[in-house]
């Protein structure tokens, strides 16, 4: 995920310092890692400095100090491409289940109990997830955010399947001797 564009994205609504930038991406993205203030004020920073943000003001209430930032029309025409862009699947898959499988199987470990508890732990982030989209008052973000997860997990868990039926072949290909 694109910060630069996701901070472009939330200034498209207008003026914001970089607290308000923050809390509004954790809300509008719950079931992403939560942005660090660093990571903030860093984008913003360099959203500046490429000139598709720029200092709207600065406030300073009762509190420390707030800067506020508001996108420029370049950043407005970059924010357009990139979110009209089609994102392209990724041409190489990295499964870190599939690379502890392996090296399960070349130290002589046990890849089915590694598959098990792999399983166990995908069922639980699920059952987790459909209690989050569940729960009453669950806003559309997060249902739509728990779905999407949901999905990924239940892909891996039919991967998962299909090799725990393919272990003995795998392993015999991993490793012959």
């Known amino acids: 995920m694109s910060t630069r564009h996701i901070l472009l994205g939330l200034l498209a ?64 025409r970059e924010l357009a491409e990139w979110a009209g862009g089609i994102a392209p699947p990724a041409p190489f898959v990295t499964n870190e289940i599939f690379a502890k499988l392996v090296v399960s199987i070349l130290a002589d470990g046990d890849p089915a109990a590694y598959l098990r508890a792999q399983r166990t732990a995908h069922m ?8 989050l989209k569940t729960a009453p008052g669950a806003d559309l973000s997060t249902v739509l955010s728990a779905d999407y997860a949901l999905n990924h997990l239940d892909a891996d868990l039919r991967w998962m ?16 001797a």
């Open 13 to 76: 609504r207008g003026p914001s310092h970089g607290y308000d930038l923050k809390r509004r991406h954790d809300e509008r993205f719950p079931q992403a890692r939560p942005l660090a203030y660093g990571q903030v004020y860093t984008t913003l920073q360099r959203l500046v400095r490429d000139g598709l943000a720029e200092v709207d003001a600065t406030e300073a209430d009762s509190g420390p100090e707030r800067t506020v930032y508001r996108s420029t029309d370049e950043g407005a």
């Open 124 to 131: 639980d982030r699920m059952r987790e997830l459909t209690a």
């Open 161 to 176: 399947n299909t090799t725990a039926a393919r272990l003995t072949r795998l392993t015999a290909e991993v490793d012959p």
